[in-house]
């Protein structure tokens, strides 16, 4: 059986189109990995990379103070440093959770598509959530944290 050429024509120029007009899978490969999936700079210390960490998780997820603040509290509860660990073990990572409680928080805060680390002492999942929790819910459990709250214009980040 013969299909006529104009009947031929009428199925694949639509099916054509509409292949074309949808977007390629490479236009959602940032989306694949999650947010703030930043590539350590060659040279770059781990301060450095939590800096901008903070500062694209703050971009996506406002928080009072901004980018500065969430910085200074960071540097106030671990020194920038993602693997830091109270002496007893009860409060992990960049912004120093609770451990009993980061697996609920990273349960409450993440999105399965993301494919972040649950590890509360992956620099990145430490600040995406609790960015995402200050946006929700203000700084209120870091409000001691050194003197970002009292003196907003000492905050210690670099990136000021």
């Known amino acids: 059986m013969r299909i006529p050429r104009l009947t031929l024509v009428r199925i694949l120029v639509?099916?054509?189109?509409?292949v074309l007009l949808l977007p390629s899978t490479s236009a959602f490969a940032?989306?694949?990995?999650?947010?703030?999936?930043?590539?350590?700079?060659?040279?770059?210390?781990?301060r450095?990379?939590?800096?901008?960490?903070?500062?694209c998780?703050?971009?996506?997820?406002?928080?009072?103070?901004?980018?500065?603040?969430?910085i200074c509290v960071a540097e106030a509860e671990s020194d920038l440093n993602p693997q830091a660990m109270?002496?007893?073990?009860?409060?992990?990572?960049?912004?120093?959770h609770l451990a009993d409680a980061w697996p609920?928080?990273?349960?409450?805060?993440?999105?399965?598509?993301?494919n972040l680390n649950e590890s509360a002492l992956s620099g990145r999942t430490n600040a995406i959530v609790t960015i995402r929790m200050?946006?929700?819910?203000?700084?209120?459990?870091?409000?001691?944290?050194?003197?970002?709250?009292?003196?907003?214009?000492?905050?210690?980040?670099s990136l000021r």
């Open 86 to 96: 109270s002496a007893d073990g009860t409060h992990v990572g960049l912004y120093q």
């Open 57 to 70: 998780a703050t971009d996506r997820w406002e928080v009072g103070g901004g980018s500065q603040r969430a």
């Open 134 to 157: 200050v946006n929700a819910d203000g700084w209120g459990p870091w409000r001691g944290a050194g003197d970002c709250f009292q003196h907003p214009s000492r905050a210690r980040g």
């Open 48 to 55: 450095s990379k939590m800096e901008r960490l903070i500062v």
């Open 14 to 18: 639509p099916a054509v189109a509409v």
């Open 104 to 114: 609920d928080r990273f349960d409450a805060w993440t999105r399965p598509a993301w």
């Open 30 to 46: 940032g989306d694949a990995t999650g947010p703030c999936d930043l590539t350590r700079k060659a040279d770059e210390t781990t």
